[in-house]
């Protein structure tokens, strides 16, 4: 979908999804947001940039800051063993465009402590990370995402259900900043994936690299067997021969959202709950499914992983092109603010409106 410009011309409309480089990248962070990413990608209907997020990234491991180089690369190499193609894409590094903690800090004067603190995913991660309080800088995290996205003018983010609040408020942000000086920023709106919150191999409501419950993209059939062999299924079921419970049931949940062989899955269902089928069996179909979704994105991540150089020359011109928009952003926001104080003619005295 394109939309007209000031001059007249449609540009295409923006994504922007944004990763925290906390370690490998799993089967709900495909299915919340990768998924609608590299479709809309290849649609080419959308200006796309995809942001791994260091600073996001500090806000729960500020104490593992050097372990974030290493995070990067592999968050790189999943975003490309999926299919981002940065031909077509801007892939960048949060760090490396600073302009956008410019852009936060404005944005901090208008979001009220009590508005942060309402987001439901401050309490969560207080709680699963087992936090003492939640430090400045994890309150913000929202606040600094509204940054991300409207510092690349994004209007459509590509989301798993848990980060629908972030959005809400960064349109909250987009409006006030309207109201105050005038239109610069666009309503960015959430889309969110076709498994909104996948659960996690331990029966969790939500798969999370800091929980552990995951299947990563870039493990090996081996270590993906053994997930799925531990994987938690209908607790109240003892024998095979016990009628199941398929809905909430994680390993169904999985077959639904990866087996491409959908008459298989119908039949495990129906024997299933018939109490016809071992979890055993379940299990098995479920590995064998996921080896072949996940086969063609181990090879582009093995490709990748070989070629360090164009790695680093993939994010640093990523970068390179997003810090372009984030100056020109930064600069309409202050224009529209009144903070043309160099600008003016007569110096240091702000330009009279
Ligand atoms: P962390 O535990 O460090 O917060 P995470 O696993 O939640 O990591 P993020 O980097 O925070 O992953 O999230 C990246 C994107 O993936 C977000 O859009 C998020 O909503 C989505 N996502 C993460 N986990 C899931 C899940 N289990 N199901 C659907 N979407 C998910
Ligand atoms: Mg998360």
């Known amino acids: 979908m394109s939309v007209p410009s000031p001059d007249g011309q449609t540009r295409r409309r923006r994504l922007l999804t944004g990763l925290r480089p906390t370690g490998k990248l799993h089967l709900g962070n495909y299915v919340g947001t990768l998924e609608n990413d590299v479709r809309l990608q290849s649609s080419g209907e959308y200006e796309c940039f995809f942001l791994i997020a260091d600073y996001h990234a500090l806000t729960t491991y500020y104490e593992q800051s050097r372990q974030l180089g290493g995070n990067i690369t592999e968050t790189l190499l999943d975003f490309l063993a999926v299919g981002i193609d940065p031909e077509k894409s801007t892939i960048y590094l949060q760090s490396l465009v600073p302009e956008v903690a410019e852009l936060f800090l404005l944005f901090t004067m208008l979001v009220s402590i009590s508005r942060a603190q309402r987001i439901p995913t401050l309490k969560e991660q207080v709680r699963d990370l087992k936090l003492e309080s939640a430090s400045l800088g994890?309150?913000?995290?929202?606040?600094?995402?509204?940054?991300?996205?409207?510092?690349?003018?994004?209007?459509?983010?590509?989301?798993?259900?848990?980060?629908?609040?972030?959005?809400?408020?960064?349109?909250?942000?987009?409006?006030?900043?309207?109201?105050?000086?005038?239109?610069?920023?666009?309503?960015?709106?959430?889309?969110?994936?076709?498994?909104?919150?996948?659960?996690?191999?331990?029966?969790?409501?939500?798969?999370?690299?800091?929980?552990?419950?995951?299947?990563?993209?870039?493990?090996?059939?081996?270590?993906?067997?053994?997930?799925?062999?531990?994987?938690?299924?209908?607790?109240?079921?003892?024998?095979?021969?016990?009628?199941?419970?398929?809905?909430?049931?994680?390993?169904?949940?999985?077959?639904?959202?990866?087996?491409?062989?959908?008459?298989?899955?119908?039949?495990?269902?129906?024997?299933?709950?018939?109490?016809?089928?071992?979890?055993?069996?379940?299990?098995?179909?479920?590995?064998?499914?996921?080896?072949?979704?996940?086969?063609?994105?181990?090879e582009r991540r093995a490709y990748f992983a070989q070629r360090p150089q164009l790695l680093e020359e993939i994010l640093l011109a990523g970068s390179e092109r997003a810090r372009a928009e984030a100056r020109k952003t930064i600069e309409e926001a202050k224009e529209a603010m009144g903070m043309t104080y160099f600008l003016g003619s007569r110096g240091l005295v702000a330009a009279q409106h």
């Open 138 to 298: 994890l309150l913000n995290y929202p606040v600094l995402q509204a940054a991300d996205i409207l510092m690349v003018k994004g209007e459509v983010v590509p989301v798993g259900k848990d980060q629908s609040s972030h959005i809400e408020l960064t349109r909250e942000v987009a409006r006030r900043f309207t109201q105050l000086y005038g239109p610069v920023f666009p309503e960015a709106e959430a889309l969110i994936g076709r498994v909104p919150t996948l659960p996690g191999t331990d029966g969790k409501p939500k798969m999370s690299k800091s929980l552990g419950n995951v299947i990563l993209l870039s493990d090996d059939a081996r270590t993906v067997t053994a997930q799925v062999k531990r994987m938690y299924t209908d607790p109240t079921r003892i024998h095979a021969t016990d009628p199941g419970h398929v809905r909430g049931n994680p390993v169904f949940v999985y077959h639904d959202a990866f087996n491409d062989h959908k008459d298989e899955v119908a039949d495990l269902k129906r024997r299933y709950r018939r109490g016809q089928v071992g979890d055993v069996e379940v299990k098995q179909k479920l590995a064998a499914a996921l080896d072949r979704f996940l086969d063609p994105i181990r």
